[in-house]
């Protein structure tokens, strides 16, 4: 596949399949960080203005990953905004502006320190798992307690999106970020997210294998709050055990939180928590015994 135009802005150079006018990023500040390998058909960018630092998620460009037509990126991301509102968290990035563009779409978020916990674009599998400086091995190698304490966040904001009714589509390590120097955990994509319950009218749903529920995957399912425990459950061994390997000799923790993930991860929805509070719940009941 040709490579297209590549674009240069202060700090930072990029990719696109075709030129586009970006000279109203630059009034916002010195462009310091690109973000171009996604296929959402969205670009991001770290802009530093007066000693702030913001992140800029645009859509109207034609990036170089996305097989879609740019319009169908921008009505994504326009939908995405409400969400950000809707769901603000202390686990969630903060929006601070949204605004139409002559040929697209921006939505500009306070800057979040953090590594991305799948970065496909520069520790492809196996590297994410095995380099020594991907965020995802790194993450591994920290204590359980540690992990533990990441995974406590998730499922906190989870416990929103429940109570605001809505449901998780496409959450996956992707959508996390890391700070290692403060051990934070941050989420920091749920463009995706709908307001529940849903019928599955795709088949293959959006999403990561990894963390998809089999109700996902069927055109006419419905798509509820069961799905969103086995999407935490799915969660839990990513970055406890050994992902879809889900046997106890890949699990990190004890043997009563396996236990717990396990049933949140039920082939059959009916067998799994029937709200992520009950999971929750269990949890952190099993997480208080293994102490």
């Known amino acids: 596949m040709s490579q297209g135009v590549t674009i240069q802005m202060d700090e930072v150079s990029f990719q ?3 030129k586009h006018d970006f000279s109203w990023l630059q009034k916002l500040g010195t ?5 171009d390998q996604q296929d959402s058909g969205n670009i991001s960018f770290g802009v530093m203005r007066n000693g702030r630092k913001q992140f800029i998620k645009y859509a ?12 169908q990126a921008v009505v994504r991301l326009k939908q995405a905004v409400p969400l950000y509102l ?11 502006d949204h605004f139409e563009l002559e040929n697209g ?22 590297e ?8 995802f091995y790194r993450f591994k190698q920290l204590p359980v307690q540690k992990r533990l304490n990441a995974l406590s966040s998730i499922f906190t904001f989870h416990e929103l999106v429940e109570e605001k009714e809505y449901i998780a589509i496409d959450f996956y390590d992707g959508s996390i970020l890391y700070d290692f120097t403060k051990d934070e955990t941050t989420i920091c994509d749920i463009d995706y997210y709908e307001l529940g319950p849903v019928h599955n009218e795709m088949g293959r749903m959006f999403g990561s294998n990894r963390f998809m ?23 839990a061994f990513c970055l406890l055990g050994g992902e879809l390997d889900r046997s106890i ?3 990190e923790a004890s043997s009563a939180l396996w236990k717990v993930a396990c049933k949140a991860v039920s082939e059959n929805k009916d067998e799994r928590y029937s709200t992520v509070q009950a999971f929750t719940e269990s949890w952190n009941q099993a997480r208080e015994e293994s102490l």
């Open 86 to 96: 809707t769901l603000a968290h202390e686990h969630l990035i903060t929006l601070d």
């Open 16 to 18: 696109l399949k075709e």
């Open 128 to 135: 994410k798992y095995e380099h020594p400086h991907s965020p």
């Open 213 to 235: 529920a089999p109700e996902e995957f069927e055109r006419g399912d419905l798509i509820d709050q069961r799905t969103n425990v086995f999407r935490l459950g799915a969660t």
């Open 105 to 126: 779409y921006a939505v500009v978020f306070d800057w979040q320190e953090g590594e991305c916990l799948h970065p496909h674009w520069s520790y492809p599998p196996p």
């Open 31 to 35: 462009v310091c960080h690109v973000f």
């Open 60 to 71: 109207g460009a034609k990036t170089i990953h996305f097989e879609g037509e740019p319009k």
């Open 249 to 251: 000799h890949k699990w």
